[in-house]
């Protein structure tokens, strides 16, 4: 069971399709009256652990186990021209 929060745009047929699972499913489920779902809804996706998408989320978690990130460190900042401080002469 997945837990889904619609976003702009989004209709059950999208949110089907993403999954992988019927609308249907989706409506039965939340127990959906009628076809209107609103930003910021929470639905509960029923997936099976048979579906795509339940595949390609266990393989990039997975992965996500086994690739080291790669140590990149921030470039330092080039200094200002106007950071530099100026020299102050005393004419006598």
């Known amino acids: 069971m997945i837990t889904h ?3 702009r745009g989004e209709n059950l ?3 089907s399709q993403r999954y992988g699972v019927s609308i ?7 127990k959906i009256t009628n076809a209107e779902t609103y930003e910021g809804d929470r639905l509960s996706i029923p997936v099976s652990t048979d579906s795509e998408f339940y595949q390609q ?6 992965n996500q ?8 460190q921030p ?7 106007f950071s ?6 005393f004419w006598a």
């Open 5 to 7: 929060i619609v976003k």
């Open 13 to 15: 047929l999208t949110i």
């Open 24 to 30: 249907r499913s989706i409506v039965d489920q939340n």
């Open 57 to 62: 989320t266990k393989m990039a978690d997975a």
């Open 65 to 72: 186990l086994t690739t080291p990130k790669p140590n990149i």
């Open 75 to 81: 470039r330092p900042k080039k200094p200002s021209p």
């Open 84 to 89: 530099r401080k100026r020299k102050r002469f």
